[in-house]
């Protein structure tokens, strides 16, 4: 199956100075494929994906992690997919504890209908899909968790763009929080994200590094939002690349 590869922005080398992002459609799996997904995963991982009551809750998180396994592969010839060990840090976010020392730093994130994992070298990330939904209350979820400018941003778009605004925001702040390594400890409306071309931290409390520091991007692909957030990657000497895979055994490159 093939790959839809699309950069972002920039042209440096390929290697150290790429993001890569892969997104990944969970319609392609079926239950049957659950054991041939889980074999790559660790006996923790597959805890958990089990611990998940609807089947493709589980066969979502066993796409995102297995994906991941398969990309840090590819750029680390020769170890295979299922020898990857990881660990957590303070507020829960995972990195690379084996098999061998990498500055390999990877996110990932996965909802109904699309898995997306994002891998750098030597920088902090972040990355998060949601579906689309015209269901959501944006502006009630906003007033409630966001700051107050994108709350009233929100309040003042037309009633049928400000879902997609929303889930726009949404994606951008959870990516930012992940990359930032504080998780669920991060106050959501303690930092405000504009939506521009790119989007961009407007303002911030001393908890999130210099909004300077920080490179944001934002696209939907299908029916999903899909947010990525780095920090120190400068748009000069990094860019983003976007691959889409058609399939589990689309390769990964």
């Known amino acids: 199956m093939g790959v839809q590869t699309e950069r972002i ?46 089947e493709d809750d589980r066969l979502s998180y066993c796409l995102a992690h297995g994906l991941l396994r398969r990309a840090l592969s590819t750029l680390s010839p020769g170890i295979p997919p299922s020898a990857w060990r990881f660990e957590r840090g303070p507020h829960g976010k995972p990195h690379i ?16 209908g699309l898995v997306a994992i994002a891998l750098a070298r030597g920088l902090a990330l972040g990355v998060d899909v949601e579906a689309d939904s015209r269901d959501v209350n944006g502006v009630e979820i906003a007033t409630r968790f966001f700051s107050r400018d994108e709350a009233n941003a929100l309040r003042a778009l037309p009633a049928e763009t400000c879902p997609r605004a929303f889930l726009a925001l949404w994606t951008l702040k959870e990516a930012i929080v992940k990359a930032s390594g504080r998780g669920l400890t991060q106050d959501l409306s303690s930092f405000t994200v504009e939506l521009d071309r790119p989007p961009r931290i407007a303002s911030h409390d001393a908890s999130l590094a210099d909004a300077s520091r920080w ?6 692909t299908g029916r999903h939002h899909l947010a990525l957030a780095a920090l120190d990657a400068d748009p000069e000497h990094w860019t983003i690349v976007h691959r889409r895979l058609a399939g589990w055994d689309s390769p990964v490159h």
Do not use: C, K, Q, Y
Not at 19 to 37: E, N, Q
Not at 43 to 53: P, V
Not at 215 to 220: E, G, K, M, S, T
């Open 97 to 112: 504890a084996g098999p061998i020392e990498t500055d390999l730093a990877f996110s990932l994130s996965h909802t109904r």
């Open 9 to 54: 922005s920039g042209s440096p080398p390929p290697g150290e100075r790429e993001i890569s992002v892969w997104t990944l459609p969970t319609d392609i799996m079926a239950a049957a494929d659950g054991p041939r997904l889980s074999a790559v995963l660790d006996e923790g991982e597959r805890a958990r994906a089990n611990a998940f009551r609807l």
């Open 215 to 220: 490179r944001l991007w934002h696209a939907r």
